[in-house]
């Protein structure tokens, strides 16, 4: 891997970031943005297939600016916009569709469960949902994409578009792209009700919110879903002590962690003492973040600078992508 690599990601506006988007992206986003070219985004139209009401939308996008620079994203190492300050992102999304077929767009797993979740507004945005991330990635010539596991079909997705174009037009534009994560895997972050990752469409009780108040964050954790406790010594743990386990792993010491391990290795962990040692370390861990956010959040002039810098940066970035592939589909200009 170089370290001219580009690297682009993005998160939708859909309320505030929780631990499965910090732990799965922009903890990664924190320290590439020292090592490499980095594109950071507010992903704003994919949240439009849910049908947002204006003032959510406009609050939420506003949110999680506030919430990339508490958080550590500094606007002078990496390039951080929101995605409809971009023109040139719709319009590579339109040329990508025309080879973009419906059969491969209806197999998405992400698209399936939509349909399946909200079957009144299966809407063609939902359909193309993969097309668009595809555009934001190769847009900028991106190599390097952090993300969390849930994201990994969409990037296979990405390549197979950039390619399809490189190939229908008889040229070297994109690169392949691939998901990242500094531990090697890609991470999944459970979520605090026993079933699968972390998500906000499971309700707000099963995520830990960044903004999450030291009391809020107590009551969550100490209701999180675990079991009755091993039978047999050195026994697998089931899913919930699992998922228990994995949340300490993110903000626990190696020692604290290890020290409930062992206890449920011996048939004598006390889940509620876990529960309580993993809030203390949640706190800790996000009380600094959670106050920057609050600042920052508040400040508007700031936050109107960094938008603008931003896309002045990434529009440049883009143009220059998207110049390179209208003149391979046959767009030139005779005026
Ligand atoms: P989104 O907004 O659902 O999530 C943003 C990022 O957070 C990661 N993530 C998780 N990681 C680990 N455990 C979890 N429980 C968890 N929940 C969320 C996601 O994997 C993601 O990295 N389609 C994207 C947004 C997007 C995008 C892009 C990303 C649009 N264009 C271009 C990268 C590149 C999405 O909906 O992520």
């Known amino acids: 891997m170089t370290k001219n690599s580009i690297v682009v990601s993005g998160i939708r506006p859909t309320g505030n970031l929780h631990l499965g ?17 980095c594109f950071f985004f507010i992903a ?48 590579l999304y339109l040329l990508l569709n025309m080879h973009a077929y419906k059969g491969e767009l209806e197999r998405v797993s992400s698209f399936k ?16 949902y993969p097309v668009l991330m595809a555009a934001d990635i190769i847009i ?20 197979t578009f950039g390619n399809r174009f490189n190939r229908m037009y008889s040229i070297d534009l994109f690169p392949e ?31 830990i919110n960044l903004v999450d108040e030291p009391e809020k964050l107590r ?24 998922n228990l386990f994995d949340l300490m792993a993110t903000v626990s010491s190696p020692e604290t962690l290890n020290f409930f391990k062992e206890a449920h290795a011996n048939c004598n962990i006390r889940y509620g003492d876990l529960k309580k040692q993993l809030a203390e370390d949640m706190i800790q861990f996000l009380t600094p973040i959670r106050e920057k956010i609050q600042d920052i959040y508040a400040d508007e002039a700031y936050l ?3 938008a603008k810098l931003g896309a002045e940066k990434a529009r440049e970035s883009a143009e220059a992508t998207l110049t390179e592939a209208r003149k391979a589909i046959g767009f030139k200009r005779f005026f």
């Open 140 to 159: 900028h010539r991106a190599g390097l994409v952090p993300v969390g596991k849930d994201q990994e079909q969409h990037l296979e997705m990405a390549r």
């Open 21 to 37: 988007n910090y732990m799965g992206a922009v903890k990664n986003f924190l320290k590439m943005q020292n090592e490499y070219n």
């Open 219 to 242: 009551k969550k954790i100490m209701k999180a879903v675990s079991d009755s406790g091993p039978t047999e010594p050195n026994s697998a743990p089931s899913q919930s002590a699992q």
């Open 44 to 91: 704003d139209y994919h949240s439009l297939t849910t049908h947002p009401n204006p003032m959510d939308l406009h609050q939420n996008v506003r949110q999680v600016l506030a919430e990339y620079l508490a958080c550590g994203l500094d606007p002078e190492k990496c390039t951080l916009y929101i995605q409809s300050d971009l023109p040139q992102i719709p319009e």
């Open 177 to 207: 792209p691939q998901a990242f994560n500094y531990g090697g895997e890609l991470v999944k972050i459970p979520g605090l009700q026993g079933g699968g990752k972390m998500s906000k469409s499971d309700g707000d009780n099963n995520v």
């Open 304 to 306: 109107g600078k960094v």
């Open 113 to 128: 469960e939509k349909a399946r979740t909200q079957p009144d507004n299966i809407n063609a945005g939902l359909l193309t």
